[in-house]
């Protein structure tokens, strides 16, 4: 088949892994696949390092940016719908919010325009553009964007059955139309153990004692992350466990922010942060660390849960969106968003029994080794594509 990828951007961050890791296993496969993306923006991070030496294209539209912008937008729109026409894929799969829509537009409006090869038009849900944490009139706009997209999409995949249950419940798509492909993980790093030297080194550089029991975050620095619960909970925390450290791996436009309230709260030496790492070096953070603790309040599926899990490290998680559909008392601890004394609760428990931390992360590596696994995404996604060719 001949599959044209379109993404905002290709900064760190699990859509742009997970749509990296299917172009990748599409192109092995021996589709022709075409990845179109927006310049890498920001202070997350870029992936462009990851497309080298692989067996299919990748095409910057120079324009197509996060946000919302009428001037870049509309050339970024003629851009790809130039780009599409060039190219006449089978397949116009789309990612991320903007590129969704102005990728779906684009894909549909070529319809009709070669009869062998009509282009069906698919549509990823990493996560949400409309959320309760932002104004209803911004959430009515993207609800009444994403079901004019909606009308010209062929099928829909999910990274978790939430985000298909609050697309449709929005009135976003039909449910015959959506299938989850849960967000694939190059797992082979994360399983394969690491050397105590290096997990000590990895220690020292942040000034962590071999002894300490260490609670990992992963996630950008950012607005809705919930540092600031993970901060508050250390606050209390920090007084009842002395060989406590909470370690704040990522980078984002609020790290300053959170580094004078630790400042301010005295607990910069509780507190460490690493800074943005490459994606090669989380699985040395998370098996350097005891549990991971993540309080996000909006995420599709966030992948450092699963990632955590095949390290063997439990997890402590607000529940939100698809964080139950691998987050349970069997893997991990599941909390009330922003409710700082279960977050407090849960980490103490986990904290104070290593061997409960050893069997839940045992239990969470089994439960999510299969259905995280790359091959079980690519399968899935490539059964759509098929389904959608053979009805054309």
Known sequence: MKIVHIITRLILGGAQENTLITCKLLAQRGHDVTLITGPAIGPEGELFNQTKQQNYEVIVVDKLRRAINPFNDTISYFRIKKLLNKLQPDIVHTHSAK?????????HSLKGKWAENLPAVVHGIHG???HPYQSQWLNRFYIAAEKSAAKRTDFFISVADAMTRKTTDAGIGRGERFVTAYSAIEE?????????ERKKDFRRKYEIDEDSIVLVSIARLFMLKGHKYIIESAKELSKRFEKCVWLFVGDGNLSDHFKQQVLQLGLTEKVKFTGLLPPG????????????VHCSL?????????????CGRPAISFDVDGAKEVVNENTGRLIE?????QLTKACAELIEDENLRKKLGENGRNSVKEKFAPETMVDTIEAVYEKLLNQK
């Open 99 to 107: 590129a969704g829509i102005l990728g779906r537009f684009a894909g």
């Open 128 to 130: 949400l553009a409309f």
């Open 188 to 196: 082979d790093d994360f399983l394969e153990p690491i050397s105590q």
């Open 281 to 292: 070096q989380i699985p040395l953070a998370i098996q350097s660390s005891d549990i991971l």
């Open 298 to 310: 909006r995420e599709g599926l966030a992948r450092t849960l699963p990632q955590a899990m095949l």
């Open 337 to 341: 968003p922003e409710n700082i004394e």
